[in-house]
């Protein structure tokens, strides 16, 4: 091997080994040894997975505001896209009922353009906390805000899908649980009846098919079998095409939004960007991850995941779809469907793809009922009453964490909730830290000598702990245990010795920890206090203390 071959190949090895977080799972699976058996498999599941996304992602985009063909169009670039460029195996993009309730909010106040701004944005967002390796952040948002969050849009969700259920004639369509449920009220007489006894029927057969034959395609069965119904019977029941008009079959060409917006949305546009982005990157990781966890695989690349989500919604907003995320439902489908690599999902995504191309006038013939009945049945999925119920018996600080993210998403919206829930979960984790960090003192021997070990975290919270501590002639601080000190804490240490110096007591430091002891040294504490003050161990600052006492 030549010099520069041989050069050429450690630099890609090299590179290789400092970037593989960010290589797409697509191109190290197909790179290996992809077999036949394996593309039969992820044939197989990525058909199946297209036969239940074609009415989740209709069904999801009408109740987002949004029309049938930006849901399919959404599920097929996205889901492309997502497989193509992510980290995980099995992971599904398209559409999800999280996003419904801000992506609904955003059209109604910015418009299309208003979405495909803060789409922009948003994807923008992920792709930069992608690269910059934030995607391990995900760790610190705690279960009862997600739960809360969840429960809350599912609740709400539900209720949006009432009036195509039950075919209530309404002027204007309800954005929100309490103008929805306010309208329904109001306008109860209008309720249709062929519409009714359709949604319950479907409702009906779709636990009937769940409880006995989960094998069967749940959501294409109901929908097969209410179309005819609709057809043969000729019932005037509400449809996708005499809602929302004729598909188009074809691809639109990818355009840019116009940048021209009024002064007073720029604000509106960059907070829905930030919410949608915190949403995708939430719900997808977590997809990602329970997919894996089903597969029993690795732990999905975070960042690479990211930035793939980035990649996608960016090329939805492109095209005219809505806000993608990994979607948990058809991920676990397409593992419990024999999925093994990413290529289920590049399949599920052509697949969608010859839906939309070769069937689009038959899918304008679903009835709408059909689909809000299905997205009750997402709804309920989403609602994990059981876990929301044991969440309840948690700590005092879970639980209040739980309740006011689950109020403010389902009253006011996603972004107040996890906004306000992120906050409040980040005081209530502080006020937890300050108790259980504190300053204990330790037996000695000589009276004149107090030996006190400060426990936990040492930090603004908790600052105080240090005033407690009662006057000696000779102070030892044991900082074994002090994992972490922050500005606050370090301006504590430096009162505590001034006071020292007043009351002429010696103090002496013990078992600093290599990174706090780096702090105190940045800050000028280990000079002022003086390095001969300063022990490795316990012992060692006890004999010192003997020798001062004589």
């Not at 069965?221 to 509400?238: M, P």
């Not at 059981?386 to 006011?404: C, N, R, S, T, V």
């Amino acid at each position: 091997m030549k010099f520069y071959q041989f050069f050429a190949h450690r630099v890609l090895i090299m590179i290789s080994s400092k970037w593989r977080e960010f290589i797409p799972e697509s191109y190290l699976r197909l790179k290996e040894n992809y077999t036949f058996s394996l593309f039969k498999k992820d044939s197989i599941a990525g058909m199946t997975v297209a036969l239940i996304a074609l009415p989740l992602s209709i069904v999801l985009a009408i109740s987002s505001g949004a029309t049938p063909v930006q849901g399919i169009l959404t599920a097929i670039i996205a889901g492309f896209l997502t497989s193509a460029f992510g980290s995980s195996r099995v992971q599904i993009g398209g559409p999800s009922a999280a996003l419904i309730g801000i992506i609904y909010t955003v059209i109604q106040k910015t418009g299309y353009n208003g979405l495909y701004l803060s789409m922009l944005l948003a994807s923008l967002f992920l792709i930069v906390l992608g690269i910059c390796k934030l995607g391990s952040w995900i760790k610190y948002i705690p279960l009862p805000l997600i739960t809360g969050c969840t429960s809350g849009i599912a609740l709400s969700v539900f209720s949006l899908q009432i009036q195509n259920f039950a075919g209530i004639k309404l002027a204007t369509a309800p954005s929100n649980f309490t103008t929805a449920w306010s309208s329904y009220f109001h306008a109860f007489s209008t309720i249709h009846p062929a519409t009714l006894l359709m949604g319950i029927g479907s409702l009906v057969t779709i636990l009937l098919i769940q409880r006995f034959l989960p094998k069967i395609p749940w959501g294409l069965f109901v929908i097969v079998l209410t179309t005819g119904i609709c057809f043969f019977f000729d019932l005037s029941i509400a449809t996708i095409e005499s809602e929302f008009g004729h598909f188009s079959k074809t691809l639109p060409s990818p355009r840019l939004p116009s940048f021209s917006i009024p002064s007073g949305q720029l604000s509106e546009i960059f907070g829905n960007a930030v919410t949608i982005a915190f949403i995708i990157s939430i719900e997808s990781l977590i997809s990602a991850l329970i997919g894996e966890k089903l597969l029993k695989g690795d732990t999905p690349r975070t960042n690479c995941e990211l930035i793939a989500q980035g990649i996608a919604n960016m090329a939805s907003a492109l095209f005219g779809g809505i806000p993608s995320a990994g979607a948990i439902p058809r991920t676990a489908v397409n593992v419990e469907t024999g999925g093994k690599t990413p290529l289920a999902g590049i399949i599920h995504a052509l697949t969608l793809f010859c839906f939309l191309f070769f069937f689009f006038s038959v899918v304008g013939q679903i009835p709408l009922t059909v689909l809000a009945t299905i997205l009750i049945i997402i709804c309920w999925k989403m609602f994990d009453i059981k876990l929301f119920l044991q969440i309840l018996k948690a700590p005092y600080g879970d639980q209040i964490i739980l309740i006011i993210s689950f109020l403010l998403t389902l009253f006011m919206d996603i972004k107040a909730g996890i906004l306000i829930g992120v906050t409040l979960a980040t005081f209530i984790f502080m006020k937890q830290m300050s108790k259980a960090s504190k300053a204990a003192l330790l037996p000695s021997v000589p009276k004149e000598v107090k030996i006190y070990e400060i426990q936990g975290p040492f930090f603004f919270g908790n600052d105080h702990i240090l005033k407690k501590i009662a006057s000696s002639k000779i102070l030892i601080l044991q900082m074994h245990y002090v994992t972490l000190i922050d500005v606050t804490g370090i301006f504590a240490l430096k009162e505590l010795f001034e006071k020292c110096k007043k009351t002429n007591t010696h103090l002496l430091l013990s078992e600093i920890l290599p990174q706090t002891l780096i702090d105190l040294k940045n800050f000028g504490v280990i000079d002022l206090i003086c390095k001969e003050n300063i022990f490795p161990d316990l012992l060692s600052a006890k004999n010192k203390a003997e020798e001062l006492l004589l």
